[in-house]
């Protein structure tokens, strides 16, 4: 019912900046909370940063605090993740994420649906 596109991942140094973006198509999209998650090779996917449905909150991972900014556009059905000051330790499979009963944030189990994913890779 809902389908997410992602864009904007790349190969980026240390340092430097990437926005990510997801647009939503399908259903109404200010329904849904909408999240990024990110899994690193060997690892398990881990929460990164959500935003509530017409409020706008937001809500962030420890690890990225103070250099990662998640926003939405309801008229465009987008979400976007702006990544600054991005370390090695970024590196990772960004995914979008929508659920329309989320009850916590965090977790992959509250979404319902999944982008694709999108390569992000810092270089040192």
């Known amino acids: 019912q809902v389908q997410l596109v992602e864009s904007g991942g790349g190969l980026v140094q240390a340092g430097g900046s990437l926005r990510l973006s997801c647009a939503a198509s399908g259903r109404t999209f200010s329904s849904y909370v909408m999240g990024w998650f990110r899994q690193a090779v060997g690892k398990e996917r881990e929460f990164v940063a959500a935003?509530?449905?017409?409020?706008?909150?937001?809500y962030y991972a420890d690890s990225v605090k103070g250099r990662f900014t998640i926003s939405r556009d309801n008229a465009k059905n987008t979400v976007a993740l702006q990544m600054n000051s991005l370390k090695p330790e970024d590196t990772a499979v960004y995914y979008c994420?929508?659920?329309?009963?989320?009850?916590?944030?965090?977790?992959?189990?509250?979404?319902?649906?999944w982008g694709q994913g999108t390569q992000v890779t810092v270089s040192s």
């Open positions: 994420a929508a659920g329309r009963a989320v009850s916590s944030v965090y977790h992959t189990g509250e979404y319902d649906y």
């Open positions: 935003i509530l449905r017409t409020s706008g909150a937001t």
